[in-house]
């Protein structure tokens, strides 16, 4: 059997365990799956929970995976759109096998709705939007049907023939479906299958003035491409039905079946291309990739691998029950990717310049540092070190409180990678703000060289002040503080003040030439990104991708 050898049941995947299934019944001889977005915004992290799931299942199976683009809406849709999906399925790390758009298909969606009006189970219907929505009656009330209802086949054919050629307005008639007013599902009464607009399609141009709606649509592009597997999000439950009506009744040869699985929700995550649209086009964020949203290519911006979220899709496996997953386990597979990966490097975020008054002035020696103390391959660096560094303002305190190991005066820390330094003077402005330390060294101390004569509590990270590289960093926190999804109307109300703060600091000298998304851990700060929009030769902007701790564990079940 193909792609069936050695395969077990998934304990967090049933939908895979519902093809290992199919192909050992032998109801599928080859897995076909498709991810069909539409072009309307950019890809969000929810849609690599779908992306990962639907190349995934293909590959392990041997079999197909198409990318399919969901253009049945002219009005909201985009070329833009279209090319950052690409890139973000590519940057992923899956390739699909077919590339098409759901508007190649216009032609043979037609011919299946006149189809159906030959049967007699499509009518067009002048009813307005409103009286078919106050005519389909409730969930315990059936419907009542269109005066239009029945009329003839030839009737039918010569108005929706009209429709197309773009005599009526928007809005002025519809071609729905005739199947059942008072079926308890309420998608089986009668539903709209083709509508008039009159826009401009972004790959059709002006060849069509009527669109099939997204439920009509759906399952022919899915019977065409003969996709066996057609994997949804759940609120399409009840629209299955429907799904396997149209399948049928068009007489589609192929037969795919569609399976629903739970959304991805992540606290404190704004998930839907709507809002997301929102903050890009009010300004709180700028663009679709800043570095603060949950798109592919904010995610990106920021500094996420798509190694770590393809784990964290693994991980968070597919179900059908609804759940919110805790945005600390994204990071908690950032860290661990990066962690054997990433550079460890020196970076101060807010200095506080500490000269050492006993090392000599104008000398400059060249430390050992570890490049990273997990991975002895990554070998070993140079730093420099003089009379002159770099410290975080957040290392000293003038009164410290109990158990504060970090410098005071009089108190003595060891400086990574170098030397024990202690406190002797506090220098102030006129303000009465600390603006420099002076300090003693003690070049017994020298980082590397077994010194054991005494003990000190604390290390702080530095910099070397003359060959300092000055860099941006910036610091997120979530857009939307207590997002909820289901909470719609104060959305925008809600923003986080806080969510951007940058700060001017320094790195080391040899950072300066750090390229475009190179990621590096900074001592005590955590995991960076070098901005790809707002970096320049020579002076990195550092975005955080996540600090170091998290009390979050994944569990091991
Ligand atoms: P949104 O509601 O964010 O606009 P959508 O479902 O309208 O998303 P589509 O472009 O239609 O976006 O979605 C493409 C595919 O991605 C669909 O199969 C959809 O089910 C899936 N998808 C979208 N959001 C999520 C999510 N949060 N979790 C899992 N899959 C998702
Ligand atoms: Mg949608």
Redesign the pocket.
Known sequence: MVGLENKTASSNNFIKNIVIEDLAAGRVTEVVTR????P??YL?I??A??ICLNFELADEFKGRTNLRF?DTNPVKEDVEYVESIKQDVKWLGFDWDGLFFASDYFGEMYDRALLLIRKGLAYVDDQTADQIRETRGTLTEPGTNSPYRDRSAEENLELFERMKNGEFAGGEKVLRAKIDMSSPNVNMRDPVIYRIVHAHHHNTGDAWKIYPMYAFAHPLEDAIEGVTHS???LEFEDQRPFYDWVVEQCEMEAKPRQYEFN???ITNTV????KLKALVDEKVVDGWDDPRMPTISGLRRKGYTPEAIRAFCREIGVAKSYGVVDERMLEHFIREDLKLKALRTMAVLRPLKVVITNYPEGQVEWLDAENNPENEEMGVRQIPFSREIYIEQDDFMETPPPKYFRLFPGNEVRLKHAYFIKCEEVVKNEAGEVVELRCTYDPETKSGTGFTGRKVKGTIHWVEASQAVPTEFRLFEPLINDEDENEDSSFLERINPNSLETLQGFVEPGMKEAAAQDKFQFFRHGYFNVDPKLSEPGRPVFNRIVSLKSSFEVSKA
């Open positions: 991810f069909p977005p539409e309307n915004g969000h929810g849609h929970k779908s969901d994997i949804c999000t959304r991805l929700n998930m839907s291309k709507r």
